[in-house]
Protein backbone atom coordinates (compact mmCIF):
# COMPACT_ATOMS: atom_id res chain seq x y z
CA UNK A 1 0.00 0.00 0.00
CA UNK A 2 1.24 3.39 -0.84
CA UNK A 3 2.51 5.56 2.01
CA UNK A 4 -0.05 8.04 1.83
CA UNK A 5 -2.66 5.36 2.03
CA UNK A 6 -1.09 3.23 4.91
CA UNK A 7 -1.08 5.95 7.40
CA UNK A 8 -4.96 6.70 7.10
CA UNK A 9 -5.81 3.40 7.45
CA UNK A 10 -6.54 1.55 11.04
CA UNK A 11 -4.41 -1.64 11.35
CA UNK A 12 -7.25 -3.61 11.49
CA UNK A 13 -8.22 -1.98 8.16
CA UNK A 14 -4.85 -2.59 6.62
CA UNK A 15 -4.89 -6.10 7.88
CA UNK A 16 -8.42 -6.44 6.35
CA UNK A 17 -7.65 -5.52 2.79
CA UNK A 18 -4.28 -7.36 2.97
CA UNK A 19 -6.52 -10.83 3.81
CA UNK A 20 -9.09 -9.98 1.00
CA UNK A 21 -6.36 -8.94 -1.19
CA UNK A 22 -4.54 -12.52 -0.16
CA UNK A 23 -7.86 -14.17 -0.70
CA UNK A 24 -9.03 -13.43 -4.35
CA UNK A 25 -5.09 -13.59 -5.18
CA UNK A 26 -5.60 -10.19 -6.84
CA UNK A 27 -4.33 -6.50 -5.88
CA UNK A 28 -6.44 -3.86 -4.56
CA UNK A 29 -5.66 -0.11 -6.07
CA UNK A 30 -7.27 2.53 -3.69
CA UNK A 31 -8.67 5.55 -5.59
CA UNK A 32 -11.25 8.88 -4.06
CA UNK A 33 -10.74 11.12 -0.91
CA UNK A 34 -8.59 8.31 0.68
CA UNK A 35 -5.59 9.29 -1.81
CA UNK A 36 -6.83 13.09 -1.31
CA UNK A 37 -7.20 15.97 1.17
CA UNK A 38 -10.86 15.32 1.41
CA UNK A 39 -10.41 11.91 3.49
CA UNK A 40 -12.47 12.24 6.40
CA UNK A 41 -11.42 9.53 8.74
CA UNK A 42 -14.71 7.32 9.77
CA UNK A 43 -16.75 8.88 7.40
CA UNK A 44 -15.63 8.48 4.47
CA UNK A 45 -15.65 5.11 2.66
CA UNK A 46 -13.14 3.87 0.95
CA UNK A 47 -13.21 3.43 -2.70
CA UNK A 48 -11.06 0.33 -4.12
CA UNK A 49 -10.89 -1.05 -7.88
CA UNK A 50 -10.20 -4.86 -8.37
CA UNK A 51 -8.96 -5.73 -12.03
CA UNK A 52 -9.38 -9.33 -13.08
CA UNK A 53 -9.98 -11.72 -16.10
CA UNK A 54 -12.62 -12.99 -14.83
CA UNK A 55 -15.62 -10.46 -13.35
CA UNK A 56 -17.78 -13.26 -12.45
CA UNK A 57 -15.39 -15.26 -10.37
CA UNK A 58 -13.70 -12.60 -8.57
CA UNK A 59 -17.34 -11.45 -7.70
CA UNK A 60 -18.10 -14.88 -6.27
CA UNK A 61 -14.91 -14.67 -3.86
CA UNK A 62 -16.36 -11.23 -2.52
CA UNK A 63 -19.39 -12.39 -2.18
CA UNK A 64 -17.93 -15.54 -0.17
CA UNK A 65 -15.19 -13.78 1.86
CA UNK A 66 -17.39 -10.83 2.70
CA UNK A 67 -20.82 -12.84 3.11
CA UNK A 68 -22.26 -10.64 0.54
CA UNK A 69 -25.20 -11.67 -2.24
CA UNK A 70 -24.20 -11.37 -6.20
CA UNK A 71 -27.18 -8.78 -6.08
CA UNK A 72 -24.91 -6.81 -3.87
CA UNK A 73 -23.06 -5.88 -6.96
CA UNK A 74 -24.19 -4.24 -10.07
CA UNK A 75 -23.42 -3.44 -13.29
CA UNK A 76 -21.75 -0.13 -13.82
CA UNK A 77 -20.57 2.00 -16.77
CA UNK A 78 -17.49 3.90 -16.04
CA UNK A 79 -17.40 7.08 -18.58
CA UNK A 80 -13.75 8.18 -19.19
CA UNK A 81 -13.59 11.15 -21.88
CA UNK A 82 -15.52 9.08 -24.76
CA UNK A 83 -15.13 5.44 -23.86
CA UNK A 84 -17.41 3.60 -21.77
CA UNK A 85 -15.73 0.96 -19.36
CA UNK A 86 -17.85 -1.85 -17.82
CA UNK A 87 -17.56 -3.51 -14.82
CA UNK A 88 -19.35 -3.95 -11.46
CA UNK A 89 -19.88 -1.76 -7.99
CA UNK A 90 -20.55 -3.08 -4.90
CA UNK A 91 -20.26 -2.53 -1.37
CA UNK A 92 -19.51 -3.39 2.24
CA UNK A 93 -19.84 -2.63 5.54
CA UNK A 94 -18.59 -3.37 8.82
CA UNK A 95 -19.48 -0.71 11.01
CA UNK A 96 -17.84 -2.13 14.46
CA UNK A 97 -14.44 -2.27 12.68
CA UNK A 98 -15.24 1.06 10.85
CA UNK A 99 -14.69 -0.63 7.24
CA UNK A 100 -17.16 1.31 4.80
CA UNK A 101 -15.76 0.04 1.18
CA UNK A 102 -16.98 0.79 -1.95
CA UNK A 103 -15.87 -1.71 -4.56
CA UNK A 104 -15.33 -1.20 -8.52
CA UNK A 105 -14.55 -4.65 -10.37
CA UNK A 106 -13.17 -4.08 -13.88
CA UNK A 107 -11.73 -6.41 -16.63
CA UNK A 108 -8.24 -6.36 -16.98
CA UNK A 109 -8.29 -4.99 -20.62
CA UNK A 110 -10.03 -1.53 -18.55
CA UNK A 111 -7.00 -1.02 -16.49
CA UNK A 112 -4.76 1.61 -17.79
CA UNK A 113 -7.33 4.05 -18.86
CA UNK A 114 -9.23 3.42 -15.15
CA UNK A 115 -6.33 3.53 -13.46
CA UNK A 116 -5.30 6.67 -15.55
CA UNK A 117 -8.38 8.30 -15.14
CA UNK A 118 -8.16 8.39 -11.21
CA UNK A 119 -4.81 9.44 -11.22
CA UNK A 120 -5.42 12.51 -12.65
CA UNK A 121 -8.79 13.03 -10.32
CA UNK A 122 -6.07 12.84 -7.45
CA UNK A 123 -4.78 16.39 -7.44
CA UNK A 124 -7.75 18.81 -6.91
CA UNK A 125 -7.40 22.82 -6.88
CA UNK A 126 -7.36 23.72 -3.69
CA UNK A 127 -11.01 25.26 -3.92
CA UNK A 128 -12.55 22.39 -5.03
CA UNK A 129 -10.81 20.50 -1.92
CA UNK A 130 -12.26 22.98 0.39
CA UNK A 131 -15.60 23.27 -1.16
CA UNK A 132 -15.93 19.19 -0.78
CA UNK A 133 -14.86 19.88 2.95
CA UNK A 134 -17.54 22.33 3.59
CA UNK A 135 -19.90 19.82 2.05
CA UNK A 136 -18.81 16.93 3.67
CA UNK A 137 -18.83 18.69 6.92
CA UNK A 138 -22.17 19.14 6.16
CA UNK A 139 -23.51 16.23 5.22
CA UNK A 140 -21.07 14.25 8.42
CA UNK A 141 -21.29 16.11 11.06
CA UNK A 142 -24.23 18.86 10.78
CA UNK A 143 -26.47 16.69 8.85
CA UNK A 144 -28.20 19.37 7.32
CA UNK A 145 -27.91 18.49 3.60
CA UNK A 146 -29.39 14.86 2.90
CA UNK A 147 -27.22 12.68 0.98
CA UNK A 148 -28.60 13.05 -2.46
CA UNK A 149 -27.94 16.72 -2.35
CA UNK A 150 -24.34 15.84 -0.58
CA UNK A 151 -23.86 13.23 -4.13
CA UNK A 152 -25.19 15.84 -6.52
CA UNK A 153 -22.58 18.50 -4.44
CA UNK A 154 -20.03 16.09 -4.55
CA UNK A 155 -20.40 15.42 -8.59
CA UNK A 156 -20.61 19.14 -9.61
CA UNK A 157 -17.18 19.67 -8.01
CA UNK A 158 -15.41 16.64 -8.90
CA UNK A 159 -17.30 16.14 -12.37
CA UNK A 160 -17.32 18.88 -15.29
CA UNK A 161 -20.65 20.70 -13.93
CA UNK A 162 -22.04 17.50 -12.50
CA UNK A 163 -21.45 15.16 -15.73
CA UNK A 164 -22.12 11.88 -14.27
CA UNK A 165 -19.18 9.22 -14.54
CA UNK A 166 -20.39 6.25 -13.09
CA UNK A 167 -24.21 4.89 -13.99
CA UNK A 168 -25.51 1.78 -12.22
CA UNK A 169 -27.55 -0.40 -14.59
CA UNK A 170 -30.06 -2.99 -13.04
CA UNK A 171 -29.15 -6.30 -13.39
Known amino acids: M ?8 TEYQKDFFDKLSVYIDKPIY ?27 STISMLCTYLNLNKSSFRKSLYKINSKMVYGYKGNYEDELNNIKVEISIYNNKYKYIVLQDQEDSRI ?8 LLIVKFLFYNLGVISKQTYAKCKRYLMNNGG ?6 VDN
Request: glycine share 4%.
Open 163 to 168: ELKFIL
Open 30 to 56: FYGSINRNDYLPGKSDIDIDIFTDNES
Open 2 to 9: EDKINKRL
Open 124 to 131: LPLYVTIL
